[in-house]
């Protein structure tokens, strides 16, 4: 079993990784898959940097557990504690028979990770060439706002 102190050592790993997303401009999620009392893999949000919508955090920790420990990957996998993913223990569907996630404790370290995603959240998306965001500050009447109106509607 493991205790709060770890918990929160095993999840401030995992905000070390969300702040090296957050240096690259992508969604500060970072993610820690635990074996054995021990970090096995860890990962961050990579989906600006690789322009790959499916390479979020979690997925690029399973890519790199399914890399190390080749077809023991699934025994590893079904035994990890999940630092950073919302899975709880109860099955897929209701009165399966079929146990599907992993045991997590939410929670822990929560004001630490909403501040991080305020710092993403509150910054602009370098990738988003024209957001909502930009044409705000704009203004409606702004020149490059009419101009960009002109150019949409013809």
Same mark, same amino acid.
């Given at each position: 079993?493991?205790?709060?102190?770890?918990?929160? #050592?095993?999840?401030?790993?995992?905000?070390? *990784? !969300? *702040?090296?997303?957050?240096?690259?401009a992508e @969604?500060? &999620?970072g993610? @820690?898959?635990?074996? $054995?009392g021990?970090?096995? +893999? %860890?990962?961050?949000?990579? &989906?600006?940097?690789?322009?790959?919508?499916?390479?979020?955090?979690?997925? @690029?920790?399973? *890519?790199?557990?399914?890399? /190390?420990? !080749?077809? %023991?990957? #699934?025994e590893v996998l079904?035994?990890? /504690?999940?630092?950073?993913?919302? =899975?709880?223990?109860?099955?897929? =569907?209701?009165?399966?028979? &079929?146990? %599907? !996630?992993?045991p997590?404790?939410?929670?822990?370290l929560? *004001?630490?990770?909403?501040?991080?995603?305020? $710092?993403?959240y509150?910054?602009? #998306?370098?990738?988003v060439?024209?957001?909502?965001? $930009? %044409?705000?500050?704009? !203004?409606p009447?702004?020149?490059? /706002?009419e101009?960009?109106? +002109? &150019?949409?509607k013809?």
């Amino acid at each position: 079993m493991v205790d709060v102190d770890e918990h929160e #050592n095993f999840m401030r790993e995992a905000l070390l *990784e !969300g *702040e090296r997303a957050l240096a690259r401009a992508e @969604v500060p &999620v970072g993610c @820690v898959f635990v074996y $054995k009392g021990e970090i096995i +893999a %860890r990962a961050s949000n990579r &989906v600006n940097e690789l322009f790959n919508a499916t390479m979020h955090a979690e997925i @690029v920790a399973i *890519e790199s557990i399914a890399a /190390t420990y !080749g077809d %023991r990957a #699934n025994e590893v996998l079904a035994e990890c /504690t999940l630092s950073v993913l919302n =899975l709880h223990e109860r099955s897929a =569907l209701p009165n399966s028979k &079929v146990h %599907r !996630g992993f045991p997590c404790v939410s929670g822990v370290l929560k *004001e630490e990770a909403i501040t991080l995603l305020k $710092k993403f959240y509150t910054s602009e #998306n370098p990738r988003v060439e024209d957001s909502k965001k $930009k %044409r705000k500050k704009r !203004g409606p009447g702004s020149e490059e /706002t009419e101009l960009r109106a +002109a &150019v949409e509607k013809a």
